[in-house]
């Protein structure tokens, strides 16, 4: 590539516990493995737990979030139809007791510490939650998926009571709302936008126009 030649960013707004999300990055690495030219990924977290979390870090289903037993029953024939549509198997169709803080925590301290094997640990902590049906909030898993891909455990333990880290995840997800970012995932690509588990080529689309 030469010095003027520029490569495309692509901005992925996403939480772990979003079955759609999964989904999503499954197409989204379908249309990478067909394309010709470098890009660039940005993680962006998002916090689809928020007003939902007790202080043990449990859920409060007692909260009215607008999502119904009819909702959610949507939700998993949608999830069924794109699992079938993009040929991927599920341990679960959703998860509404796991909460992704954690992983977040301990994904953004890997993305920022170790930034070459951010892409791996993203990957495993998916894989954990929805093929091996995980609980991802707990910190031993999240340090059990961290020593199998060869990170070092402790650290992200520590990384999950860091509460300076905490804080900046918590920056993440108040620029999210102020992106105008309401759900996941969003991908964005120089201030346009695909919402959705959405196909490869409508990614194409997205990044390299009609």
Same mark, same amino acid.
């Given at each position: ?14 939480? %772990? ?26 993680? $962006? ?24 037993? @009819?909702? %959610? ?20 169709? #959703? ?18 510490? @170790? ?42 333990? @520590?990384? #999950? ?12 997800? @108040? ?13 964005? $690509? ?21």
């Amino acid at each position: 590539m030469s010095e003027t030649e520029t490569v495309d960013r692509l901005t992925i707004y996403a939480d %772990y516990v979003c079955p759609f999300c999964y989904l999503g990055k499954r197409s989204f690495e379908r249309y990478r493995d067909d394309r010709e030219t470098p890009l660039e990924v940005e993680w $962006h977290p998002f916090d689809l737990r928020s007003g939902k979390r007790n202080a043990d870090g449990s859920i409060d289903h007692a909260v009215d979030d607008g999502k119904d037993d @009819d909702y %959610y029953e949507q939700a998993r024939e949608n999830v069924r139809r794109l699992q079938e549509k993009y040929g991927v198997e599920m341990d679960q169709e #959703i998860a509404i007791e796991v909460d992704s803080l954690n992983a977040q925590l301990a994904s953004w301290h890997v993305s920022e510490s @170790d930034p070459d094997r951010w892409a791996t640990f993203d990957a495993a902590i998916y894989e954990a939650l929805w093929q091996d049906g995980r609980d991802i909030g707990d910190p031993d898993v999240l340090a059990a998926i961290a020593e199998e891909i060869g990170l070092a455990p402790g650290e992200i333990r @520590d990384a #999950i009571d860091d509460e300076g880290l905490r804080a900046e995840l918590e920056e993440l997800f @108040d620029d999210a709302r102020r992106q105008g970012v309401t759900g996941v995932p969003t991908f964005v $690509h120089e201030g346009r936008a695909a919402r959705g588990a959405v196909p490869p080529e409508q990614l194409e689309r997205l990044l390299e126009g009609e």
